[in-house]
């Protein structure tokens, strides 16, 4: 069984407020997830806040240009602070994902923490070492960008973020 975590930090430039309301609505998923995934929330409450419990069915080509249905759950919320999905159908065996908002040295962080196991065994091994991980450094990447691109870039080169 092959397991593994990807962390991810951001400074962002704006209050926790503002970068709550933003990240706690399924709507904007789309604005921060690369084009070429074919990104598509296809239930019909995306532009509620989100809410424990909530179900969040979407559409993805995460690779060759294939559909595949990922459904996830909102296991866990606590306001301004940190939400977690898990999958509950998609690609992975499992998949927890929490997002976190933690103000350091007086500025906001985004953190994200995914735990994951790929398929197929020995197979998913592999191919985490080809392209998972690749891929999941593409989409994070990109979604550092976008969010910059949304709040303005803060300059965290000389911070270290835990």
Do not use: C
């Not at 990240?23 to 424990?52: C, Q, V, W």
């Not at 939400?83 to 998949?95: A, H, K, L």
């Not at 080809?130 to 969010?147: H, T, W």
């Amino acid at each position: 069984m092959a397991f593994y975590q990807y962390f991810k930090a951001q400074v962002i430039d704006a209050s926790k407020a503002e970068l709550w309301d933003f990240i706690s609505s399924p709507r904007n998923l789309k604005l921060i997830t690369p084009d070429h995934m074919g990104f598509d929330i296809t239930s019909s409450h995306a532009e509620e806040k989100m809410y424990e419990g909530m179900i969040i069915s979407y559409e993805v080509s995460p690779l060759l240009g294939l559909k595949t249905e990922w459904v996830t759950e909102i296991t866990h919320i606590r306001d301004q602070e940190f939400f977690v999905d898990e999958q509950r159908i998609g690609p992975y065996v499992m998949w927890h994902h929490q997002h976190i908002l933690d103000v350091i040295d007086g500025v906001v962080v985004m953190k994200d923490i995914i735990s994951y196991q790929p398929p197929f065994g020995f197979l998913g091994a592999i191919a985490n070492s080809l392209f998972i991980k690749k891929k999941l450094d593409e989409i994070f990447d990109y979604r550092e960008k976008a969010v910059d691109d949304y709040f303005g870039k803060v300059d965290s080169t000389q911070m270290t973020i835990v």
